[in-house]
């Protein structure tokens, strides 16, 4: 089965950053993209960042840098100026294809940005 593990949250201060990490393991697949998506309480789940192509969610544009590392089939987000609003549970996730939905979801990480 595939797994994807999701490291780097936690709690910081506005202005602050962090840099999550998620690694895919397990069953051989096939990886097209690999994403973010984050969910605050009460809102629906929001597209943050994914490539290939590379491509952001306005509200981080400009903050937030997405990368991969695809000999070790792991994502990254460097999140840069957080703000309070950046508050959510983030979820990794992965595509197999050009086309369809995201095929893997990660359990997902919480970031908390104080004032």
């Known amino acids: 089965q595939v797994q994807l593990v999701e490291s780097g949250g936690g709690l910081v201060q506005a202005g602050g950053s962090l840099r999550l990490s998620c690694a895919a393991s397990?069953?051989?697949?096939?990886?097209?993209?690999m994403g973010w998506f984050r969910q605050s309480p009460g809102k629906e789940r929001e597209f943050v960042a994914a490539?290939?192509?590379?491509t952001y969610a306005d509200s981080v544009k400009g903050r937030f840098t997405i990368s991969r590392d695809n000999a070790k089939n792991t994502v990254y987000l460097q999140m840069n100026n957080l703000k309070p609003e950046d508050t959510a549970v983030y979820y990794c996730?992965?595509?197999?294809?050009?086309?369809?939905?995201?095929?893997?979801w990660g359990q997902g990480i919480q970031v908390t940005v104080s004032s």
């Open positions: 996730a992965v595509k197999e294809s050009m086309i369809g939905s995201f095929d893997y």
């Open positions: 397990g069953r051989t697949f096939s990886t097209y993209a």
């Open positions: 490539q290939p192509p590379v």
